[in-house]
């Protein structure tokens, strides 16, 4: 068999197809540490959607959605015609719809829901959104408020990434602390989803704004009525055989 390696703004996954549906956690451990990559996702056939993904963190844990790896797997499955230039697929988090041009994928994501109202603590303003999996954002205006042990303290307390977030001039910065990484992430997509929403929640963004995480890439979150879209550059490293 055959794996691929995409990087997708600095998330790095390793990602390959199959018909068979099993346990991967221990599979997802070897690769991830072979490759030094954020993920392994494994593509498995559905009979309603184009297909369904097993999405794992590199410490074997699973995750229902992650939204680089939506973006990453889109465009494989794009390249290996498991999917035309529009795609449809099933994540623990639901139903993701993507739209893939040349190395461009933009994808809808579910439904944010939220977790908690705004709230105190460690001396910062949290809220708690699920965005296909639940973030913690803290707006700051000095993103080196950003302190690790703070973040895993916050992290363990609530179950949730957390993500401190700075708007200047319509645009937004992010730095995430990652479930499964357990650490500072060089992107997280859902984390710049709910960053964007809380933002644009109190009026510091507009409906269509340039996001940027730790790798400094850009990406564009837009919100159309009760939808938000991420959209951003995928690129394709190699493939191998294992």
Request: contains cysteine; glycine residues 8%; proline residues 2%.
């Amino acid at each position: 068999m055959q794996y691929s390696k995409y990087d997708a703004s600095g998330n790095t996954f390793v990602i390959f197809h199959t018909n068979e549906r099993k346990d991967y956690s221990s599979l997802a451990i070897e690769l991830c540490k072979k490759e030094e990559v954020d993920g392994l996702i494994v593509v498995v056939p559905h009979i309603v959607y184009d297909f369904e993904w097993l999405f794992y963190n590199n410490d074997g844990s699973t995750a229902t959605m992650c939204g680089n790896g939506s973006r990453a797997v889109a465009h494989y499955a794009y390249k290996n015609q498991l999917c035309g230039s529009f795609t449809k697929f099933l994540t623990g988090a639901g139903e993701i719809n993507c739209t893939i041009e040349a190395d461009i994928v933009e994808t809808q994501m579910t439904k944010p829901v939220e977790v908690k109202e705004p709230f105190t603590e460690e001396g910062f303003l949290c809220w708690i959104v699920n965005t296909g999996v639940p973030h913690i954002v803290i707006m700051t205006e000095d993103l080196n408020d950003f302190d690790l042990e703070i973040c895993a303290r916050l992290r363990a307390k609530y179950n949730a990434n957390v993500n401190f977030a700075k708007a200047i001039n319509g645009k937004l910065f992010v730095r995430t602390f990652e479930r499964g990484v357990e650490g500072e992430t060089l992107a997280c997509g859902t984390g710049m989803v709910a960053s964007f929403l809380r933002a644009s929640n109190l009026g510091l963004v507009p409906n269509m704004a340039k996001v940027y995480p730790k790798s400094n890439e850009q990406l564009t979150i837009r919100k159309d009525d009760d939808s938000l879209y991420f959209k951003g550059a995928v690129k394709f490293i190699d493939s191998k055989e294992f």
